[in-house]
């Protein structure tokens, strides 16, 4: 990513988004080594101003409604290293650093750990650490 003053200091490249109807735009994470899709979650212009400004991955939570910083509760940080906005510009890809190799909530490294196999969705990838070891008991 970029540490240009203009980037950060002013607004005016949030208005380029075609925000849906709630305010947010679907931000897909890769990694920025080796291309791997990690995660998709959601932004709304404060998540990706912070983004942008801290360099680290804040995204909006629609089922607590609020922002959430990757990593808060799990220590596994998306480091940002590039942002990009889509031809149609309503789709953000960050080009992240993946720390703790884990991204998704279920301890494996992609949220994308499924593929249909002869009609079935079965698990591709293995779980990398126990969510309870990560999360504690909820």
Known sequence: MKDSPDNVNTT?????IRWNDDGLVPAIAQDADNGDI???AWMNRESLR????EGQAVYWSRSRGKLWRKGESSGHQQLVRDI?????????????????GIACHTGRRSCFYRTLDEGQWVSAEPVIKEPEAIYGKS
Do not use: P, S
Request: hydrophobic share 50%.
């Open 12 to 16: 005016d490249w949030l208005d380029a």
């Open 50 to 53: 912070l983004t942008a400004e």
């Open 38 to 40: 990690l995660m998709m």
């Open 84 to 100: 990009r906005l889509d031809c149609d510009e309503d789709v953000i890809l960050l080009k992240v650093e993946q720390k703790g």
